[in-house]
């Protein structure tokens, strides 16, 4: 699995590359001036290493279709279509682009393993792939997310469900009036 330092390729790993971002976005951001806050770095720091993962993924950039590949070229070019610098971006991209060195072409073209997930990350966050987890009685809530509402249905009917229908359907009421009359 992709950017796999040690426990599997799930959430420690994760974990452990955004702290690699964020270290070494704050250690090189002191030494250049890309301003203090690296909130929009570390957002390209991500998209970065989440193309070089996945460079065939379809993407769409305000409606253009393109491979994940040319994503963060794409957002330099509108950057400096609409007037603002590339610093930030570039620097977020260096940094990214060292751990993806360090992380993915180290390990198989050096049978080196440079970067490992810390232990005590492996025993908070657990190892292998994440997994959605799924509602217990098999329904999709609001969002598939599986908490709060639940579309109506057998396990979830509507509060008036059962009415004077003999249908086995749902009693909405009958106090309607079709439209066009």
């Keep these: 699995?992709?950017?796999?330092?040690?426990?599997?390729?799930?959430?420690?790993?994760y974990v452990f590359m955004l702290i690699f971002g964020m270290m070494g976005l704050l250690i090189t951001g002191s030494f250049i001036d890309v301003g203090v806050f690296f909130g929009e770095q570390l957002k390209d720091y991500v998209m970065?290493?989440?193309?070089?993962?996945?460079p065939?993924?379809?993407?769409s950039l305000f409606g253009f279709p393109l491979q994940a590949m040319y994503l963060p070229f794409?957002?330099?070019?509108?950057?400096?279509?609409?007037g603002g610098s590339?610093?930030?971006?570039?620097h977020a991209f260096v940094v990214a682009h060292v751990y993806y060195f360090l992380a993915?072409?180290?390990p198989k073209t050096h049978a080196k393993v440079i970067l490992n997930t810390p232990e005590f990350l492996v025993s908070m966050f657990g190892v292998g792939e994440y997994i959605s987890p799924r509602?217990?009685?098999?329904?999709?809530?609001?969002?598939?997310g599986g908490g709060g509402w639940n579309r109506p249905g057998p396990n979830a009917p509507p509060a008036n469900a059962g009415g004077n229908n003999n249908q086995g359907g749902y009693d909405w009421g009958g106090g309607?009036?079709?439209l066009g009359r």
């Excluded at 065939?56 to 993407?59: I, P």
């Excluded at 794409?74 to 609409?82: N, V």
């Excluded at 590339?86 to 570039?90: E, G, K, N, Q």
Aim: glycine letters at 20%.
């Design 86 to 90: 590339i610093a930030t971006m570039v």
């Design 1 to 13: 699995s992709g950017f796999n330092t040690g426990s599997g390729g799930g959430t420690a790993d």
């Design 135 to 144: 509602p217990e009685n098999g329904m999709q809530g609001f969002g598939g």
């Design 48 to 54: 970065y290493l989440w193309c070089k993962r996945d």
């Design 176 to 178: 309607g009036q079709r």
């Design 104 to 106: 993915e072409v180290v």
């Design 56 to 59: 065939a993924a379809r993407v």
């Design 74 to 82: 794409a957002h330099m070019g509108l950057r400096i279509f609409m």
